[in-house]
């Protein structure tokens, strides 16, 4: 059974991509921690991050690096955080969260409901830095 994530991959859901290659894929999380917040991914299923192989981890790293980049300058913060957990999905993630404070990186704080309007505006607005 394919995770939610390779059905993103797959176009079966719809997603705000903000970036992608061959091999990943960076879309905004739909209850963001904070608006920004969004989830690099390999396009393989994969269910834990230090299983994947050498090249494609570094590759994920390195995507990751320059979304974190553009998700900087269209959403001005002090730094980008990044946490790996994987718990909820069986398919390796990396969230990229816009930070201001300590908080805005605390998994157990109630999540925003923005509407696709929203996260629409805010894909576009990391794509254009990019």
């Keep these: 059974m394919s995770s939610i994530f390779s059905k993103i991959v797959n176009g079966e859901i719809p997603a705000h991509v903000v970036a992608e290659t061959t091999e990943f894929m960076a879309f905004l999380d739909v209850s963001p921690l904070t608006m920004g917040h969004v989830l690099v991914i390999p396009k393989k299923e994969i269910d834990y991050i230090f299983d994947m192989e050498e090249e494609s981890y570094f590759g ?40 201001n404070n300590v908080s805005d990186m605390n998994f157990s704080k109630a999540k925003l409901s923005p509407s ?3 996260l629409a505006n805010a894909a576009s607005r990391i794509r254009a830095e990019l």
């Design 116 to 118: 696709q309007e929203e």
């Design 60 to 99: 994920l790293t390195l995507f990751a690096k320059i979304v974190a980049q553009g998700l900087k300058k269209a959403f001005p913060c002090i730094k980008v955080g990044m946490a790996v957990i994987g718990l909820e999905v069986p398919h390796v993630h990396i969230h990229l969260i816009p930070m």
